[in-house]
Structure formats: structure tokens, C-alpha cells
């Protein structure tokens, strides 16, 4: 059972920059590979970013190539998720989300636990 908490969102305007952090319980974090996702409301949800269980390899939505990055700390436990150059339609819950025994992928179903999400708003 793997517990995923995140925090770092909040209020930005257009342009800025957010950290989003998510600390995992359990002892074989790094045996997951990690994503983040979002929705926004009335929205599906859509694929941000992943990483490797090492963190060899990373993956992005095309919304966020360039802007965004995907890192993780396997001795705190915690994938991050900077994101720069931020726009209003970056707006969005941001959950993170963990993948056991699968490579890197962008396909919500493979991840097997899930965060709560915290709220990102990019004003204009």
C-alpha cells in the first residue's frame, strides 16, 4: 500500500512558477514509476508528466513539453513537479499518482494509487 500526499499548489499569476511536491509512505517508493496528472473542471483528465522508477527516463503531454519538469528524490520518497512559464490554462487540480511494475506511461489506468490532488490557479 503506497499513501501519495502533495502539496506546493496555489495561486500564480501568468508567467510564474510553482513547485508541486508529492511524499510517498512505504518503503518501495522506488520500485514506482510516478506521474502527475490534472483536471480541470468540467474537463478529462488529462496526462502532465512521468518518471522512471530511477528517474532515467521521463515523459510529458505536449501542453507542458518545455515548461514543465518531472523529478524525483527516491531517498525522500518524493516526486516534483516544476512548473514554469505558467498559463491560465494550466489551471487545474494536480494529483500524483503511482505505477507498480510498469514503465513509464501517460495511461491513467496503469497507476495503481493516487494523491488528493492540490489546486493550481494562474491568473491572467
Known amino acids: 500500500q503506497v499513501q501519495l500526499v502533495e502539496s506546493g499548489g496555489g495561486l500564480v499569476q501568468a508567467g510564474g512558477s510553482l513547485r508541486l511536491s508529492c511524499t510517498a509512505s512505504?518503503?518501495?517508493?522506488?520500485?514506482?514509476?510516478m506521474g502527475w496528472f490534472r483536471q480541470a473542471p468540467g474537463k478529462e483528465r488529462e496526462f502532465v508528466a512521468a518518471?522512471?522508477?530511477?528517474?532515467?527516463?521521463?515523459l510529458y503531454g505536449e501542453p507542458v513539453k518545455g515548461r514543465f519538469t518531472i523529478s524525483r528524490d527516491n531517498d525522500k520518497n518524493t516526486v516534483y513537479l516544476q512548473m514554469n512559464s505558467l498559463k491560465p490554462e494550466d489551471t487545474a487540480v494536480y494529483s500524483c499518482?503511482?505505477?507498480?511494475?510498469?514503465?513509464?506511461?501517460?495511461?491513467?489506468?496503469?497507476?495503481?494509487?493516487w494523491g488528493q490532488g492540490t489546486q493550481v490557479t494562474v491568473s491572467s
Open positions: 499518482a503511482a505505477a507498480w511494475a510498469t514503465g513509464i506511461t501517460s495511461d491513467g489506468y496503469r497507476y495503481n494509487y
Open positions: 512505504g518503503r518501495t517508493f522506488s520500485s514506482y514509476a
Open positions: 518518471i522512471t522508477w530511477n528517474g532515467g527516463n521521463t
